[in-house]
């Protein structure tokens, strides 16, 4: 299992390459949101970050931190959330809807 530092730059590595930046220009404030240097020592799993650094070079991405801990984040297919209950009710029209096309 990779480290979360190791999946985090990797996934920012992916964001720079889509948005076809330097990594110095990709580490600053325009895209990440923190000072240049905190930036560059996440693209290149230099050290650890905390929850606060996390939370800003996500926002600054306009992202949730927990999207960049996600192992192989593809910037054209981001992952999202959708809460259980949502999940459920869309399970059940789905079933409806299959039991529907298959009834005589």
Same mark, same amino acid.
């Given at each position: !299992? %990779?480290? %979360?530092?190791l999946?985090?730059?990797? /996934?920012?590595?992916? @964001?720079?390459?889509? =948005? /076809?930046?330097? +990594?110095? %220009?990709?580490?600053g +404030?325009? =895209? !990440? /949101?923190?000072?240049?240097?905190? +930036?560059?020592?996440?693209?290149? %799993?230099?050290?650890?970050?905390?929850?606060?650094?996390?939370?800003?070079?996500?926002?600054?991405?306009?992202?949730?931190?927990?999207? @960049?801990?996600?192992? +192989?984040?593809?910037?054209? /297919?981001?992952?999202?959330?959708?809460?259980?209950?949502?999940?459920?009710?869309?399970?059940?029209? @789905?079933?409806?809807?299959?039991?529907?096309?298959?009834?005589?």
């Amino acid at each position: !299992m %990779a480290s %979360a530092r190791l999946t985090l730059a990797a /996934n920012l590595e992916a @964001l720079r390459v889509h =948005y /076809n930046v330097s +990594g110095r %220009a990709f580490a600053g +404030g325009q =895209y !990440m /949101n923190v000072p240049v240097e905190t +930036g560059r020592r996440a693209l290149k %799993a230099l050290k650890a970050i905390d929850l606060d650094t996390l939370d800003a070079i996500a926002h600054g991405l306009h992202l949730e931190p927990w999207q @960049l801990l996600i192992p +192989g984040l593809d910037p054209k /297919n981001l992952p999202t959330y959708v809460p259980s209950s949502v999940r459920t009710s869309i399970d059940e029209l @789905l079933a409806r809807v299959t039991s529907a096309k298959t009834a005589p």
